[in-house]
């Protein structure tokens, strides 16, 4: 079939990256067709980021048959949870939560390629350098324009394409950090053996997750110092990520060219327009601490996925599937917006007794197995567990 004919009955997925390709696989999976349509070329340049996936996104992935698929997945099986200056350590373990590993760390444009060639062997029709300009709906159905002038209409248009799209709505919840994420690779005297860190600081959060044989960086810093920290030669880099960082993977030895991205939370919210409903970071954008974000987007294309299957065909995209949709996801999503909020504001400042706090709450997770399970299944599954 021509990919440029679509099917009034087929959903509409605006965007083709994991969150829309996933919800395409998961909509095929309950026998209900889809379509793709993704504003950049086919052969775009491939993105450098690196994903962290919680346990529950591996499953979501397993059940859609391209997990076993993906190459030079690394996993963590400990977490290792501190703050710099203070007393205070918590450690996850995948043996204690009885799971193979707390998360998996790869590179997105892994993920993407092995998605794009699921959809193409599941006969999914992606067009890519289709660029949507505007979306009209009503109780009837849905009308989607594209860039070059074409109508195509559905009775659900799934925005998958990471809120870059023109007709974005204004966030429910915003907030500019004014921080920026400095991201590269570096290398360690001691081997990871697997062990992810979570570093608290007044300056922000500083994450080093285990990526083959080195780790992956996310330094978080104020704007001004992220682009002093991006302009030092390696050396002076290295040395001022040990003093940030402390030395308990031995010396930094090397380290990839630095990139930064800017952070902000903003929530728009899994409420729909008729016949319309936003997916992952078209619904809701979350600062990178505790890797919650994109895990809540797959977890937000499965369970639309699963909702479209459990209506009947003539009800799929109707405003009480929506409504049930939003209430469904709530409790997710923002006690993933919560959770994040959370860690930033309580080890955001440097008040000597909110310090020592924290370092007793760490202990106490610590000590305490059943809260140590309670943290890491939110981690992996998000708010309900």
Avoid at 80 to 91: K, T
Avoid at 268 to 274: F, N, R, T
Avoid at 324 to 344: I, K
């Amino acid at each position: 079939m021509d990919a440029r004919v679509t099917s009034r009955n087929d959903v509409l997925i605006v965007g083709a990256g994991p969150v829309g390709a996933v919800c395409a696989l998961a909509l095929q999976q309950q026998g209900i067709a889809a379509r793709v349509l993704e504003a950049q070329p086919a052969d775009a340049r491939a993105d450098t980021r690196t994903l962290a996936l919680s346990h529950g996104s591996r499953l979501i992935l397993d059940r859609l048959g391209v997990w076993d698929q993906l190459e030079g997945v690394t996993p963590i099986t400990r977490i290792h949870i501190s703050q710099r200056g203070a007393l205070g350590v918590a450690r996850l373990t995948a043996e204690e939560v009885k799971v193979p590993a707390l998360g998996y760390v790869l590179p997105y444009a892994t993920l993407t390629t092995v998605l794009q060639q699921a959809l193409a062997d599941a006969g999914i029709a992606v067009e890519y350098g289709v660029a949507v300009e505007h979306v009209e709906s009503d109780a009837s159905g849905a009308t989607l324009q594209t860039a070059t002038g074409r109508n195509l209409t559905a009775p659900l248009v799934v925005v998958a394409d990471g809120g870059r799209g023109e007709s974005a709505p204004e966030p429910k919840i915003s907030r500019d950090y004014a921080q920026m994420a400095v991201v590269c690779e570096v290398q360690t005297e001691l081997p990871h053996a697997n062990q992810a860190y979570e570093r608290f600081t007044p300056e922000g959060p500083a994450a080093l997750l285990p990526k083959g044989d080195r780790y992956a960086l996310v330094w978080t810093a104020s704007n001004a110092d992220a682009e002093r920290i991006v302009a030092l030669p390696d050396d002076a880099f290295l040395a001022a990520l040990y003093q940030h960082f402390g030395g308990r993977q031995g010396r930094f030895t090397a380290a990839s060219p630095r990139k930064t991205f800017p952070l902000r939370l903003a929530y728009v919210g899994s409420e729909a327009a008729d016949r319309v409903v936003r997916i992952g970071n078209a619904a809701q954008t979350l600062h990178p601490v505790a890797g919650q974000g994109f895990n809540i987007g797959l977890r937000d294309a499965w369970e639309l996925a699963t909702l479209c299957g459990d209506t009947a065909a003539d009800e799929i995209g109707s405003a009480a599937m929506l409504r049930a949709y939003a209430s469904g996801r709530r409790v997710d999503v923002l006690g993933g917006v919560g959770f994040t909020e959370f860690l930033l504001r309580t080890f955001g400042n440097d008040i000597a007794p909110l310090r020592h706090a924290r370092g007793l709450g760490l202990l106490a997770m610590e000590m305490f197995p059943p809260l140590k399970t309670f943290v890491a299944q939110r981690m992996m599954f998000g708010a309900r567990g």
